[in-house]
């Protein structure tokens, strides 16, 4: 990690200005804007598309990111667009305002598949990396830093991408699916803890059971109401649930509902976005009380089968709970990162 005697201000290193690609990419650059979601999404789909992706980006999706109140668009997304106006490339800077111990600025953008192999994903990736220093370096957190992008499985050029910009991976991923055909568990019965429906009277208490489930493991960082809030565009209430002792909260599923997917995986499915269990309540079987109660849930709705995804290094063993209620690993990604 970082040495953090050196103030982060001096450690991005950050320039005085970000460039902007150069004009020989043949596509004017501007700031993006809350009313480019729709072209956005597009242009993100085309990407997916041609790389055979088992996913898909919505509206909803991007606009949320979009709108998040804390993020200064002006300076924070680039897009280029052809000479008819058309986005063909766009890049992205985000740092969540409730990072502690380790502040975060998240990088991502896509080219236009017929736009590739002209240079513009590396002038996008020195973009993104200029402008995340910028942000570093402004935050006025004196902790350790971390410039990050995910890159999927299946799309090796991205890796090698950001390799050639300094980043280095550092964090592994999987996704695993569970078929509702097969026969579902039951929900066990736990002594003192009972599974209900999510509701929005639980939903700030769930945000908080969150930080504190998770402040053992890696990378992940308290979310501010603001951010939880900013985050639901795919959110499935009636497929989330929250495990409690009385009227404290000892365990969550939070689960979201990509219908745009389907097409491209093949199959319907509940994805669990969320899963979580207070220390207090580890090793009494919440977390496989929340799966069962999703899972049926999901086949209630018809859904073909359970996803989820987890980090291969979580301290819990999520992995092997989720592989003993019949998960399976479909698909992975990688988190490369450049430490500060």
Not at 322 to 337: C, D, I, N, Q, R
Request: net charge negative; hydrophobic share 45%; no cysteine.
């Amino acid at each position: 990690m970082s040495d953090t005697v050196v103030p982060l201000a001096v450690r991005a290193a950050a320039p005085e200005r970000v460039p902007l690609p150069a004009a020989a990419t043949g596509l004017t650059w501007r700031a993006g804007a809350v009313e480019d979601a729709a072209a956005i999404t597009a242009l993100r789909v085309r990407g997916q598309e041609a790389d055979a992706l088992h996913y898909r980006s919505s509206v909803p999706e991007v606009a949320e990111e979009l709108e998040r109140e804390w993020r200064d668009l002006a300076r924070d997304v680039l897009v280029g667009v052809d000479g008819d106006g058309t986005p063909r490339a766009w890049a992205q800077v985000e740092v969540p305002p409730g990072d502690r111990t380790v502040v975060r600025a998240f990088v991502e953008g896509d080219v236009d598949p017929v736009w590739r192999g002209r240079g513009i994903g590396s002038a996008l990736v020195a973009w993104q990396v200029a402008r995340a220093r910028q942000l570093l370096a402004a935050s006025g957190k004196d902790v350790p830093a971390r410039i990050a992008t995910h890159a999927d499985g299946a799309t090796p050029d991205v890796a090698r991408l950001y390799a050639a910009a300094g980043f280095t991976p550092i964090r592994y991923y999987t996704q695993m699916r569970r078929p509702l055909d097969r026969p579902l568990p039951d929900v066990p019965e736990l002594d003192g803890v009972r599974v209900v429906p999510w509701t929005a009277e639980l939903d700030d208490a769930v945000r908080l059971a969150h930080n504190e489930a998770f402040a053992d493991h890696w990378g992940s960082e308290p979310r501010t109401p603001e951010q939880w809030r900013a985050s639901q565009a795919m959110f499935a209430p009636t497929w989330s649930f929250v495990a409690l002792d009385g009227d404290e909260v000892a365990g969550y599923a939070v689960s979201g509902r990509y219908e745009q997917d389907f097409p491209a995986s093949g199959y319907s499915f509940g994805y669990t976005d969320l899963l979580g269990v207070r220390r207090a309540w580890r090793g009494r079987r919440v977390a496989v009380a929340l799966l069962a109660a999703v899972m049926h849930a999901y086949a209630a709705d018809g859904m073909q089968y359970a996803e989820l995804d987890v980090d291969t290094a979580n301290p819990s063993g999520a992995h092997g709970l989720y592989a003993a209620l019949g998960y399976e690993v479909t698909h992975t990604s990688t988190m490369l990162t450049i430490e500060l």
